[in-house]
């Protein structure tokens, strides 16, 4: 299994980005995104289920949306409304339906600035 995650970038405060994040195989009853500002602990941002069930951070919810597709292995994290403590390394996430084992991609970069 390997994630692969895409998306990140540079944007202004009060821009838009889309992350994105596809599988390469798998069967996953959780996908999502977390985050890593520097010198500081990695976080959870938004995570859907199987079962349609999400979570949101505190600190997105509102302006950030999770989506995606189990079927086709995909999230979509469509994150509006940017803040400058928005930016962070992005890490896509899964967990395995059988194993529950735990996948991580290999990180995108979203820096918020003006």
């Known amino acids: ?5 895409s998306g990140g970038g540079l944007v202004q405060p009060g821009g838009s980005l889309r992350l994105d994040c596809a599988s390469s195989s798998g069967l996953f ?7 890593q500002a520097p010198g500081k602990q990695r976080e959870m941002v938004a995570r859907r289920y199987s079962d349609g069930s999400v979570d949101y951070a505190d600190s997105v919810k509102g302006r ?3 989506s995606g597709d189990f079927g086709k292995k995909t999230v979509i994290l469509q994150m509006d409304r940017l803040n400058i403590e928005d930016t962070a390394v992005y890490y896509c996430n899964a967990i395995a339906v ?3 084992r735990e996948y991580w991609g290999q990180g995108t970069e979203v820096t918020v600035s003006s």
């Open 64 to 66: 950030f949306s999770i």
């Open 29 to 35: 009853s959780m996908m999502g995104w977390y985050r």
């Open 1 to 5: 299994v390997q994630l692969q995650a």
């Open 98 to 100: 059988v194993s529950s």
